[in-house]
């Protein structure tokens, strides 16, 4: 099936600092990525839909100057999380859909858990 | 490698039960989730068993056996709106979910 990787899997980095995250469909095309974020045994919070080609689109409460969104290609959407500080400690976690046809069918990323010292 | 089976679809009828059923194979074990993802939303937490047992709530309960490397996700008294897809996903030793492919769920009247 369809598989979608993320990298890094776990960074720890100094308040301030940039940390940016990578998202691929390894056989698949995704026109589409969404991003994530994930408080522990609580709810996936769409935080944005990564378009290829165009800007991305953010969901209300989202700052849209602090995680940036690039998706370059058919396969790489990147969120980059700037100045980050403590708050943004979290697991963030980015998925496509299979593009086969069934919007339903969304393929989830292992997540990237991030820790901002 | 790592793996998570779930069926791809299922049909059941409103008022009725239905069990979803996960297995697993991954490397560690650090808890089992079941989300529920409505078309066109992101997926809602519904569940998290790292013990082995039932836990209910409401109407829907999860079941775990670490040995079989299996779960259950039971929804009982169905109604229309649990029309949606569900979501199994393990989290392994590295902290990393590995996600099932989802079990689409259709409820008829």
């Known amino acids: 099936g369809a598989v979608v990787s993320q990298h890094p899997s776990r960074v720890i980095c100094k308040s301030g600092t940039s940390v940016k995250i990578e998202c691929r469909s390894l056989d698949f095309q995704a026109t589409t990525m969404f991003w994530y974020r994930q408080f522990p045994k609580q709810s996936l919070m769409l935080m944005a839909t990564?378009?290829?080609?165009?800007?991305?689109?953010?969901e209300q409460g989202v700052e849209k100057d602090k995680f940036l969104i690039n998706h370059a290609s058919l396969t790489l959407s990147t969120l980059t999380v700037t100045s980050a500080h403590p708050e943004d400690s979290s697991f963030y976690i980015c998925?496509?859909?299979?593009?086969?046809?069934?919007?339903?069918?969304?393929?989830f990323g292992p997540g990237t858990r991030l820790t901002v010292l | 490698g790592q793996n998570i089976d779930q069926p791809t679809e299922m049909t059941a009828t409103e008022g009725a039960i239905v069990q979803i059923n996960c297995t697993y194979q991954?490397?560690?074990?650090?808890?089992l989730f079941w989300y529920q993802q409505h078309a066109g939303e992101a997926p809602t937490f519904l569940s998290y068993n790292v013990l082995d047992g039932l836990e209910e709530k409401g109407r829907f309960s999860s079941f775990l056996s670490r040995s079989k490397g299996y779960s259950y996700l039971l929804l009982k008294e169905l109604q229309m709106k649990d029309s949606a897809s569900y979501l199994c996903?393990?989290?392994?030793?590295?902290?990393?979910?590995?996600w099932g492919a989802g079990t689409k769920l259709i409820i008829k009247p």
């Open positions: 996903a393990v989290m392994d030793s590295n902290y990393q979910l590995i």
């Open positions: 998925s496509a859909p299979s593009g086969l046809g069934d919007a339903d069918t969304q393929y």
């Open positions: 991954t490397s560690g074990f650090n808890g």
């Open positions: 990564s378009n290829e080609g165009s800007k991305a689109t953010y």
